[in-house]
């Protein structure tokens, strides 16, 4: 082993370089942060930089290349003590998401971050960013797949983006953050998910998610919404689930026949709904209100207070396991890696 962490650049704005056609991802990154770093490099651990094939601005991530990402740290799980991954942004709460669920309580530290502002201009928070990273990756045992930006570590699950315009872009609406650093380091491991293994150990391949393109659908409900939305996902024969965005505490428009067919249609045809709210903080409460009483008698399952992002995820990851139907049925109500609030 030649350095301690392993940085896996896959694209997005940390990254990125002023082209003809504007911010463009660009190879070349470790000479680059090496120059950002300084003479604080001296006080971090030794990295190198790993660039995937081909760069990608996140806004064309696909559940295939969350596949890649694990399949590229299986094959050096063993060579390095700890993982940074530098996202873009827009994509970011996808990618950690899904990967949490890909790999559960980690036995070395997964840590992703970016920047608003591409390494090297003014005013960015790339270095910064990078720093805290780095200085998580390896110092202290971080057994979520997690977050860190603006001097917030988050659990990856748990984050959605608030802002294209702050350097405070993510937040977790329904979660603790996991740790702070600010002039001190204020880690807090007791909110951290659990691990009966202490040591490293080797990702299988054969354990490792292939996702099938288009296997979940969303659907935002709005007040008027055209029925062939509806029909849309249910002809789907790829699409095997459906997150349903609903009003408030999980409430839906109970007297529209069109909703009430597309959800008995979706029961008829084994394609799993999940039903979450489009509020930014707390979750569904199904059945609390007449209005979303109906969705638990057609198998509806409550989304509690995940994000989009991490409901989107366990599906696709639930799916791409294996589980039909039925199964899911009978696992979503699994905390996997700390997705939702234990009530």
């Known amino acids: 082993m030649s350095a301690q962490v392993l940085i896996l650049y896959t694209g997005g704005t940390i990254g990125m370089v002023q082209t003809e056609q504007g911010l463009a991802p660009a190879s070349g990154l470790q000479e680059r ?11 971090l651990p030794s990295f190198e930089v790993l660039e995937i094939s081909p760069l990608i601005d996140s ?13 590229i740290l299986n094959v050096h799980w063993q060579d390095y003590d700890g993982f940074v991954i530098l996202h873009g942004t827009d994509t970011m709460a996808y990618t950690a998401s899904a990967l949490s669920f890909m790999l559960g309580a980690c036995a070395k530290n997964i840590i992703l971050t970016g920047s608003q502002i591409p390494l090297g201009m003014s ?32 659990r990856g699950n748990r984050i959605q983006k608030i802002s294209s315009g702050r350097f405070e872009a993510f ?32 990702l299988l391949e054969k354990h490792i998610a292939c ?49 009430l067919s597309f959800l008995t249609e979706a029961m008829l045809r084994k394609k799993n709904i999940v039903n979450l709210t489009q509020c930014l903080h707390g979750g569904v409460s199904q059945g609390a209100y007449a209005a979303g009483s109906i969705l638990s008698s057609m198998n509806v399952l409550s989304g ?21 139907y039925y199964g899911i049925l009978e696992k979503w109500n699994t905390n996997y890696c700390g997705e939702f609030t234990l009530q």
């Open 33 to 43: 942060i090496e120059m950002a770093l300084g003479a604080s490099i001296n006080t």
């Open 59 to 71: 806004a064309n991530i696909t559940p295939k290349h969350w596949t890649k990402l694990v399949s």
């Open 123 to 154: 005013r960015s928070d790339a270095t910064s960013n990078l720093q805290a990273a780095l200085s998580l990756a390896t110092t202290h045992r971080i057994t979520d797949v997690s977050l860190v930006f603006d001097g917030k570590l988050m």
């Open 171 to 202: 937040h977790t609406p329904n979660d603790d953050l996991l740790g702070e650093l600010a002039i001190g380091l204020q880690l807090y491991p007791n909110r951290m998910i659990k691990s009966d293994d202490e040591t490293a150990t080797i």
């Open 211 to 259: 996702f099938k393109t288009g296997a979940v659908g969303v659907i935002t409900l709005h007040p008027g919404q055209p029925a062939t939305i509806y029909q849309s996902l249910l002809d789907d024969d790829d699409c095997k689930a459906i997150v349903l965005l609903t009003y408030g505490a999980g409430n839906v428009p109970d007297q529209n026949p069109a909703f």
């Open 304 to 324: 509690r207070d995940m994000t989009l992002e991490a409901a989107f995820c366990k599906l696709h990851w639930l799916i791409a396991t294996g589980e039909n």
